[in-house]
């Protein structure tokens, strides 16, 4: 039987963007055991500025007749790229794997390896709050219960494919409505999954909790804001807000994910675009994301190992004290992902 090839989007950005586009597909030509059709949307800011609205019509059109790209950092600029994606694609849910890389000098020790499911809309992020007379100020907090399952159905799969437990947390016993609907909705999904080790934490106790005992919690399902303090502070365990990758999630009706799009925490890294130092890591761990996303699981743990063992043995681009340019990480990535 010959070998698939699956269409993917690739959503091109700026500074390093171009030469991380370009390990990713020597890195997907020399080592996936499959192809790769890849249909390209520029997104840079000069193409967004000189073909505006058109452009996204495009990028949006793409990743939902495709259903899987890989985004790369753009500038923020008049709009954030990730916010008009975001929001035009209904991507209601961010899986933000966070672990430890090795190179990379931490002031914690202990080993992290968190998958943080996060509703990536509602909460409080959406309402801009309003000034009520001239001494008050309030903003209205949204817990909506499509997000909720959707997330929670994405967690709890997550968990059956990887053999990992679930953790949610909230402050359910203060804000019982809004964290209530929140916890009873995941109490609902996981009742579908008995073979699934469930837990609840409060929010607060588990931040102590994790720091205290990291290897306790696997897959944690939260809340917008949560999910956001909680991913800042588990990036910074391992020392870095850039070296992690998302998923981006849009549902359907059934809730099975119907658009997966993946990107790197970087941004276009302007001081060393062009000059061949780019760490590719992180769009690696994007790309492994994907290859997961499309049922490709051992060559996306291959692309991850890889990556990971590289770095534990010393083989790194300058930004960890290496002496690698981009595309020599590449190869070597291709040729430890390929035994
Ligand atoms: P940045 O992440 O681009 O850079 C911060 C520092 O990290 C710089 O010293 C840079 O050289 C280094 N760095 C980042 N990625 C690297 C990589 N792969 N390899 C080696 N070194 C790397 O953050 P900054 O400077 O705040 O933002 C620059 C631009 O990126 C801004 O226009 C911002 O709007 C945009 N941005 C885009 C994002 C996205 O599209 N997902 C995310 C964050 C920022």
């Known amino acids: 039987m010959s070998n698939p090839t699956y269409p993917v989007v690739e959503l091109l950005g700026d500074g390093i963007g171009s030469e991380l586009a370009e390990s990713v597909r020597q890195l997907a030509e020399s080592c996936l055991p499959f192809r790769l059709a890849w249909r390209s949307v520029d997104l840079t800011l000069k193409n967004r500025r000189q073909r505006g609205e058109p452009l996204y019509d495009e990028a949006i059109e793409a990743m939902r007749s495709i259903g899987c790209g890989l985004k790369y950092p753009t500038v923020t600029a008049e709009e954030s790229p990730n916010q008009v994606l975001r929001s035009r694609l209904d991507l209601s849910v961010i899986h933000r794997p966070v672990q430890t890389i090795p190179g990379i000098p931490t002031n914690f020790k202990a080993e992290v390896d968190l998958d943080i ?13 309003r000034m009520i007379g001239k001494q008050a100020a309030v903003s209205l907090r949204i817990v909506e219960r499509e997000p909720c399952r959707q997330a929670a159905t994405y967690a709890f799969e997550l968990a059956r494919r990887t053999h990992k437990s679930v953790t949610s947390a909230s402050k359910h016993t203060i804000q019982r409505i809004t964290d209530g609907l929140f916890e009873s909705i995941v109490r609902e999904v996981g009742a579908k999954y008995p073979d699934i080790k ?107 190992n890889a990556c990971l063992d590289l770095l534990r043995e010393g083989t790194r681009t300058p930004d960890l004290g290496g002496k690698c340019t981009t595309l020599e990480f590449t190869a070597a990535v291709a040729a430890r992902a390929k035994e």
């Open 198 to 304: 469930r837990r609840i934490e409060l929010f607060d106790a588990l931040l102590a909790k994790i720091v205290l005992k990291p290897a306790e919690y696997q897959i944690v399902l939260v809340l917008n804001e949560y999910g956001d303090f909680l991913s800042d502070m588990a990036c910074g365990l391992v020392g870095s807000l850039g070296i992690g990758a998302s998923g981006n999630y849009a549902f359907d009706a059934e809730g099975h994910v119907k658009i997966g799009m993946f990107d790197a925490a970087h941004g276009t890294a302007p001081d060393i675009a062009g000059q061949g130092k780019a760490n590719p890591t992180a769009i690696f761990l994007a790309l492994a994301l994907m290859l997961y996303h499309l049922g490709e699981i051992r060559a996306g743990s291959a692309v991850k």
């Open 117 to 129: 499911v996060r509703i990536a809309t509602g909460g409080t992020y959406e309402d801009p709050g």
